[in-house]
């Protein structure tokens, strides 16, 4: 029987098997869509995640990031990360790498889709497998999720995220978090001459028109994208429990907050590490708490950050006051990485 079946093969998934992998279990993924899997994403690692990533044995070609810088037009706030470099890497660029490393440990990554799930005291079984566990990796708005009934009510204000890429030379090594009345946009260097733009707001609409609200941004672009609009949302998804039984959720499936501070990738490295040890200690019930325990710091600040932007008056004043209390600014980052 297989110890671990992932369903999805993105970061998380491939992370999963990886760690599976390396302890001396058998993994499968299951993924519907042949590689690389590309997706929004703001494309950039925290120093954490750079760090998870090499001590899984994966070094994918990217751009180092020294820090983060926050501009609204009128300030300026930036911060760098005291321990270590982060990564600004194109998500097909990670996702190939992770492929890479998984099938140099034998994790097999089949075709296919998890479409419904059973289990038992000895096992589960779904997409034509039996396994002693099943791994939910299969995002943002995870099918095997909603299939157990784990998915919470959302209210408030939904988020989305929108993302290209433009063929510029990164003018900085710090990720530029743009800040206007409706949203975000993200500048994230991903190579010598690309630098991906990820705009999030809470209003629907085009990539072009959310991105006009960012003139200073578009001068520095200076020229047509050279790929095309991807979306992610709504980004807000409460979980009832990261453990049904013998099924575990990892990554986006766990649970999401919101992009605003750019830590989804790292937890869910982090969180692929610490449900196989839960996994190889016998103790998979360990691992609602551990996950709880990694991803606090991100819900508290991030939750406090998000629920601030909600707020005309108080949005306002979040670059100037990072601007003016540059200590507070940059203990918030060197939390966060």
Known sequence: MIDVLV??????????????????????????????????????????????????????????????????GRHEAQAAFRDG???????????????RRAAELGVRVVPGKVTEVRQDSGGVEAAGFR?????????????????????LPVRGQRRYGLRQHYPVAPWTDFV????APDG???????ARDLVGVAVLTSRRGGYPERLAAFPA????LNGPPVTQVRGAGPLRQRV????????????????????????????????AGALVRCLRAGAPQDYETAWLRLSRRHRLLTGALLSARRNPASARLIVPAAHRLPAVFEAAVRALA
Do not use: F, N, Q
């Open 217 to 220: 941004l578009l001068d520095r």
């Open 184 to 190: 975000e946009a993200y500048v994230t260097p991903v």
């Open 85 to 99: 470099r982060g990564l600004g890497v194109r998500r097909t660029t990670l996702h190939a790498a992770l492929s």
């Open 240 to 271: 009832r429990a990261r453990v049904a039984g013998r099924v575990l959720l990892v990554g986006d499936a766990a649970g999401y907050v919101d992009a605003l501070t750019g830590e989804g990738v790292a937890l869910a490295l982090l969180s």
């Open 131 to 151: 396994a002693r566990w099943l791994v939910a990796a299969d995002g943002l708005h995870s099918p095997v999720r909603s299939m157990l009934g784990l998915d």
């Open 7 to 72: 369903a999805g093969g993105g970061p998380a998934g491939l992370a999963t098997a990886i760690h599976a992998a390396a302890a001396g279990m058998e993994a499968v993924v299951v993924e519907p869509r042949p590689g690389p899997v590309d997706k929004a994403c703001g494309e950039g690692l925290m120093p954490t995640g750079a760090a998870a990533l090499r001590s899984m044995g994966v070094e994918p070609d990217g751009w180092p990031l020294r820090g983060i810088r926050y501009l609204d």
């Open 176 to 179: 530029e978090v743009h800040w």
